[in-house]
């Protein structure tokens, strides 16, 4: 019993320090081809490819487009698991493929595309555009809808002007989100592709796996140093022999 009380805080401080080696690092970003008001010579896939923070993560080195059967509702889900929603304060119904590009029904002040990504996802590309407009700047927000208090931007200098927009994290990212802060046309996702990592085991269960071996290790050491004790009756057999 003494055994089990000592071993209690030992695996609490083993529990405590698994989860401290375990938990990820603080985000920040490692790459994007555009700060503030860039245009399409910012970047290319193929940069972004081998960039600060690209290595140990996949790319499927071939962007993919859009097709009309994955869109309903106002909501595309590639087949990556990576989700684009158009969004207008709600979901953007009018959302549409043409071609192979995805376009947003509404534009202007407070719509955009909202991306979700896979897990382990820890790079996002696109190429984009816009129709209706001679001249935009679309911001990218990294985890919510805020275009007014993020670093990012790019400048779409005419309806049909291609541009590029990458971005590479130190952890995780869950949602991207590209629209404007004033009137603009209609954004326009023509391609993308996504960066992503091998996944690792959650911090639970690393502290799991590891409280259990230890706690095994204990027993046993616990069971090979206890004295085999002698039982009456051999004891009493070994003296009946003896006489």
């Not at 869109?71 to 929603?85: E, I, K, R």
């Not at 209706?132 to 990294?142: D, L, Q």
């Not at 931007?153 to 590479?168: D, E, K, M, P």
């Not at 130190?170 to 590209?178: C, M, R, V, Y």
């Amino acid at each position: 019993m003494m055994l089990f009380a000592r071993t209690i805080p030992k695996l609490q401080i083993l529990a405590l320090t698994l989860a401290a080696l375990a938990a990820p690092a603080s985000a920040s970003i490692s790459y994007t081809s555009c700060s503030s008001g860039c245009t399409s010579n910012s970047g290319t896939y193929t940069i972004w490819q081998t960039s600060p923070g690209s290595a140990g993560l996949t790319f499927s080195m071939s962007p993919a487009t859009f097709a009309a059967g994955n869109l309903v509702s106002g909501v595309y889900t590639d087949g990556s698991g990576t989700l684009f929603t158009g969004y207008n304060g709600g979901i953007d119904t009018l959302m549409s493929v043409t071609g192979s590009s995805l376009l947003e029904g509404a534009n202007g002040v407070g719509t955009g595309i909202e991306i979700l990504l896979p897990a382990n996802t820890y790079a996002l590309a696109f190429n984009f555009t816009m129709t209706g407009s001679s001249f935009s700047t679309y911001y990218e927000a990294v985890g919510d809808h805020n275009v007014n208090g993020t670093n990012y931007s790019v400048n779409v200098i005419g309806a049909g002007s291609n541009q590029f927009f990458a971005i590479t994290s130190t952890a995780p990212i869950s949602e991207l989100f590209i629209g404007p802060n004033s009137s603009a046309g209609h954004l326009q996702i023509n391609d993308f592709e996504i960066g992503q990592a091998a996944a690792v085991p959650e911090v639970s269960t690393i502290v799991l796996i590891g409280s259990g071996l230890v706690l095994l290790g204990l027993v046993r050491r616990n069971r090979l140093r206890k004295p085999r004790g002698i039982s009456l009756g051999q004891n009493a057999l070994e003296c009946r022999i003896a006489a």
